[in-house]
């Protein structure tokens, strides 16, 4: 208890009720006058609550913004205010989604009257925070803010006021803030843009700051000089980025005709996407430290069309500046997104469509525009790849691998989409693995959560691309961090066809099998783990129907049967399971494809250094008569295969030699070593046909 004549202290927030808290931290943010990290704290604290308050309004308590007039939303949005710091800002962002998510209904009546009283009051403060409020809230509630942004003379109104005499750039900055925030909405809203502001936002962008001077001179010669008045009467630089980002995004989206069939009066204007690229190219290359936000947004958008693709990956200087942009972009910044954005767009493949896929895309463009949309040439993949090339020249990959050990998902699946793209140029692989490529692949690939699993797939499929054109030693050797086994996992997520996608495409299998054959030719602890994770799916794949993939799958088992557990798996012929296995192997060894033969017979070639595999091979019909056929092959590494197999047999020791033998003698098989040691040239093929031969004639 206070002794006499001492004041009580003020409770402590946690001795407070939650409401109790809310009324001392909206008279404290009404209070105004603190410095900006105790304005964000507040606003923290506040957010806190209101986050935590749905729990308690499920639970049957009252909700705390009962007491959130209408005062209160006012002095709250009013941090949104582009005058605020951008961390303020920030901050009361997140207090303002998380009031609105729980408030609900009212929430956003409030909202609206807020923004509808602040339009009629029609001074420049109002319309400023208005606008940056509508600016913020169309992420958050964008069906609340797209109907107050389309209310009916809203829109109409804008022009004219824009257009004044005297101009206040802060109200001109904030409403093209909100249109910018509006064209990635909704159509609807687009539609209303380009039909109420399209011509202000042309003239803004093409307005010639020294043309307006030497207008005002020519019209008034004893005009002041002070250029206050002349600064007034014209528009800011980052003002005509910002009409420019609006533009931009027009351009890409607007159909060539409003709803009402009327001819867009944004078409036939002068400033094209290209004059639009080349004036965000200007600002970054000159000015970026005040222009780069709006610039490299507007390049982002822009870059979506295919000659702006071409001329930006031809400009070394402005890849340069981008990816220093990048490199010095916050994390999780809009700063950032919109960088990656630009180099998603200049490296992006187009899908690969089947055949029938193809036909059907030509009809679609004949049905459309009589066989006039057909795919921009600047798009095809000899195109892209060329853009690959000069990004990566860039120094890109360093910077890239810097920014997703801290970046977002959102960010980090942007960065995987560019390293995906850059592996498909099989040049640069080995220099993404030595500038990291490898690490931010794995290290990804384990830090996706399963829901986003498209991700997942396009990060393994990058990896197995680069694995399957290194040395595992290099990307693994040394005193990298990272071992080998690490990549086991990602390239074997992939060996199945993705069961959500539309079209079933084999090729992240057939690449990961290639890729798991490189790591697999290294050592017994990689095999061992290959054998443990994927033998199921490797078997699977081994009878697949495509060829290619067929013969990746032998491939990859030629390599692993070199480890005990593999061999395991082939050596009991008693087991039927064991047997198949063995008559698939001896199957392949017979298919059409050269390479499929030669991965099967590698794999015999080492298997029948075991009793039972030999056993195998003489119980299978034709067994014996498809390891000879390996020694008929013109290829001479066939021959060898074929050769080391039948040296194995023959020269087995007790009754399975004998078998073996008498089965090969029956098969003419001594003709059939004749003939394979007179085709063979290279030394270790006639050495080893000979001593089978001599095992066979020798021996009874």
């Not at 014209?234 to 069939?261: E, W």
């Amino acid at each position: 208890m206070a002794s006499v004549g001492e004041a009580a202290s003020p409770p402590k927030a946690e001795e407070m009720g939650r409401t109790d808290q809310t009324l001392t931290l909206l008279a404290s943010l009404m209070e105004g006058g603190k410095e900006d990290d105790e304005t964000c704290e507040d606003l923290d604290k506040l957010t806190k609550l209101l986050t935590e308050d749905l729990e308690h309004v499920k639970r049957g308590e009252e909700s705390i913004t009962k007491v959130i007039d209408g005062d209160c939303v006012d002095t709250l949005v009013a941090y949104l205010d582009m005058r605020q710091s951008d961390k303020v800002r920030g901050h009361a962002t997140l207090t303002t989604s998380a009031y609105l998510k729980a408030a609900g209904e009212e929430g956003n009546q409030i909202l609206a009257t807020f923004f509808h009283d602040r339009i009629k009051r029609g001074n420049y403060d109002d319309y400023i925070v208005a606008f940056c409020v509508a600016a913020v809230t169309f992420p958050i509630v964008p069906e609340l803010t797209t109907n107050l942004f389309l209310t009916e003379g809203f829109l109409s109104s804008l022009a004219p006021l824009m257009r004044r005499k005297w101009k206040s750039r802060k109200v001109e900055t904030a409403c093209l803030e909100m249109l910018n925030a509006a064209c990635m909405t909704s159509a609807a809203c687009r539609e209303a843009v380009l039909k109420y502001c399209g011509d202000w936002l042309e003239e803004i962008v093409d307005q010639d700051p020294e043309e307006v001077v030497s207008a005002m001179y020519a019209a008034n010669p004893d005009a002041s000089l002070q250029e206050g008045s002349v600064a007034m009467r014209r528009h800011s630089q980052q003002v005509q980025n910002l009409a420019a980002v609006v533009l931009a995004k027009l351009r890409l989206v607007q159909p060539l005709t409003l709803p009402d069939g009327s001819e867009s009066r944004i078409q036939p204007a002068s400033t094209s996407m290209e004059d639009l690229t080349k004036m965000f190219t200007t600002m970054l290359i000159k000015d970026p430290e005040h222009s780069k936000q709006q610039s490299v947004e507007g390049l982002a958008y822009a870059s979506l069309q295919a000659k702006v693709k071409e001329d930006i990956s031809k400009d070394p200087d402005l890849l340069k500046r981008l990816v220093k942009i990048l490199e010095e972009a916050p994390p999780k910044s809009p700063l950032t997104y919109g960088a990656l954005s630009v180099f998603v767009n200049l490296t992006r493949f187009q899908p690969v469509q089947s055949e029938e896929e193809k036909k059907m895309s030509q009809l679609k463009a004949y049905a459309n525009a009589a066989g006039k949309l057909q795919p921009d040439p600047l798009n095809d993949d000899q195109h892209v790849s060329e853009r690959c090339k000069r990004v990566f020249a860039s120094g890109i990959t360093p910077v890239l691998v810097s920014h997703s050990k801290n970046g977002s998902l959102a960010s980090l699946t942007l960065i995987i989409s560019i390293i995906h793209s850059l592996s498909v140029v099989t040049g640069i692989r080995g220099q993404l693995a030595q500038q990291g490529a490898v690490r931010l692949l794995i290290g990804a690939w384990t830090a996706l959560p399963d829901s986003e699993a498209v991700a997942r797939r396009t990060a393994a499929q990058a990896l197995a691309r680069i694995l399957i054109s290194t040395n595992p030693a290099l990307v693994f050797g040394g005193t990298q961090p990272t071992p080998q086994t690490a990549a086991i996992r990602p390239l074997v997520s992939i060996l199945t066809p993705d069961p959500d996608a539309e079209r079933r495409d084999l090729l992240p299998s057939f690449e990961s099998l290639m890729a798991l054959t490189n790591l697999a030719s290294t050592d017994d602890d990689t095999r061992r783990t290959i054998i443990r994770t994927a033998w199921d799916e490797i078997e699977e794949l081994l009878l697949s129907s495509n060829s290619r993939v067929s013969k990746a799958a032998v491939e990859l088992v030629c390599n692993l049967v070199q480890s005990p557990e593999a061999v395991a798996l082939y050596a009991d012929c008693t087991k039927p399971q064991t047997k198949n296995r063995l008559h698939i192997l001896l199957a392949l060894a017979d298919a059409e494809d050269e390479g499929t033969r030669s991965g099967a017979g590698g794999a015999l070639a080492s298997l029948t250094a075991y009793e039972g595999v030999i056993r195998g091979i003489v119980a299978r019909e034709r067994g014996v008569n498809v390891i000879l056929g390996l020694c008929s092959e013109d290829n001479e590494d066939l021959r060898h295969r074929g050769a080391v197999t039948v040296y194995n047999m023959v020269t087995a020791e007790g009754e399975v030699g004998e078998l073996a033998r008498a089965k090969i003698k029956e098969a003419n098989g001594v003709d059939v070593l004749m003939q394979c040691a007179k085709k063979s040239r290279r030394a270790e093929v006639v050495e080893v046909t000979v001593r089978a031969l001599k095992a066979v004639l020798e021996q009874p």
